[in-house]
Structures are given as C-alpha cells and as structure tokens.
C-alpha cells in the first residue's frame, strides 16, 4: 500500500505545449504531495507540493490539480520551454515520526526546441 | 548558504567489500535522509536521522547502515556489497524532518557508487 505509480515514464513536448504527469497513490495516510524536478548528475530540487484539502496549486507555469477521490494527482507545464527538459518525480508522504517520501519512478521529459 | 554536500562524488568497489558515504546538511538542519536511485526502483528511502537519532527505516537489508553526528553530518555505511547495491545514495536535509507543514527537503548531488 506505499506504491506511487506514475505515467508517462517518458514525454516529448514542443516548445509552448503543455506537458502533464499524472501520479497515483494507494496509501490514504499520505498527506503531502511533492513534486521534484532532477537535471543529469544533480539532486533532485522541490518544484511545487500540494496537500490534499486542496485541489489546485498554482506556482507560475507549473500546477498540481488533486483528485482525492480517485487518489491522483498530476504536473502541468504550461508553456513547457526547452530549459524545463529533465526528469520528474511525484511522491507521497504522510507527517509524524514515521516520515518518508514514497517516489513514483520517474517520468523523463523532452522539450524540442 | 551552502547546499547539503555529499561526499566523495562518485566511488569504484567491488563485491565483499563495505563503502562509507557522507553527507553535510545544510546549516542548521537536523534531520537528515538517505535515499538510494536506480533506473528499475526509482528513488526509495533507505532511512532517516534526527538529532543522532535515527526516526525511521525503509526495507532496506541490515547491510544499510547510518549514523548521524553532534553536528547533523551523517555517514552511511554498506557492508558486503553487491552488485545490485550500484546505484546513486541521495542525501536530504530538512530542518526538522517528521513531514511538518510546509517542510522541505533538500537534496545533494549524490554519490554514485559502482560495485564491480
């Protein structure tokens, strides 16, 4: 019940389109839903988190749009630019002393120029 | 304010033998968490350390091992390597840790260790 399963594992945007990860989660005891962004050979770097008594959270091109219901959640890129090309990961975790992110496995994005 | 450092940067060992990794957090942060990266499992959470003290473990063997120092700096440690252990170890540091509202995580570049 710790899976994170997230789709696409790869995506190939134009420059100006809209790129868009989605993430499921199956435990219930996650309340916070972080998304990382990881350039090659860096860490990964906190892009945007959301937390479910909300269901959209804005932070310029990027926005996370959260389904409790269906325990989804995904990544929009608007205007994707060639700079945003790297890997992405979702994740879920759950606060007390038993924190940990739970990560989906990745989706690799490519904007074409 | 410098980032969370992990050292060394990249590390060449073979099967049998045991590898330490280290991890500076950022001032002053206390929680620190380790992470290994593969292309198959993704990112998955090895354990967790706060105030010397480590909070959580993930399903990881007991060949996994951490400590953390009176200075939040904290080493892990693989005994009897693998081949399966080549991965890249992500260390993060947040201030205190425990999934608090609005808490971050903050990642070094990792060290990749290769295992031959």
């Known amino acids: 019940q710790q899976q994170v399963k997230q789709s696409p594992q790869s995506l190939i945007v134009q420059k100006g389109g809209i790129s868009i990860i989605n993430c499921a989660y199956e435990?219930?005891?996650?309340?916070?839903f972080p998304w990382y962004q990881q350039f090659p050979g860096k860490g990964p770097a906190l892009l945007i988190a959301i937390r479910p008594d909300v269901s959209e959270k804005k932070e310029g091109r990027f926005t996370i749009s959260f389904n409790k219901s269906a325990k989804q959640f995904s990544l929009h890129i608007m205007d994707s630019q060639p700079g945003d090309s790297a890997t992405y990961f979702c994740a879920g975790g759950s606060g007390g002393s038993n924190y940990k992110l739970t990560f989906g496995k990745g989706t690799l994005l490519t904007v074409n120029p | 304010k410098a980032g969370v450092t992990q050292t060394p940067r990249y590390l060449i060992k073979t099967r049998g033998q045991q590898v330490t990794l280290s991890c500076s957090p950022i001032s002053g942060h206390r929680s620190v968490s380790w992470y290994q990266q593969t292309p198959g499992q993704g990112l998955q959470f090895l354990f967790e350390y706060f105030s010397e003290t480590q909070r959580n473990k993930g399903n990881f063997p007991g060949r996994f091992s951490g400590r953390q120092f009176s200075n939040s700096r904290s080493e892990m440690n693989v005994s009897t390597l693998e081949l399966g252990d080549s991965a890249l170890y992500l260390c993060?540091?947040?201030?205190?840790?425990?999934?608090?509202?609005?808490?971050?995580?903050?990642f070094g570049s990792g060290t990749q260790l290769s295992v031959l």
């Open positions: 993060a540091s947040s201030f205190r840790g425990g999934g608090y509202a609005n808490e971050k995580l903050f």
């Open positions: 435990n219930t005891a996650f309340d916070y």
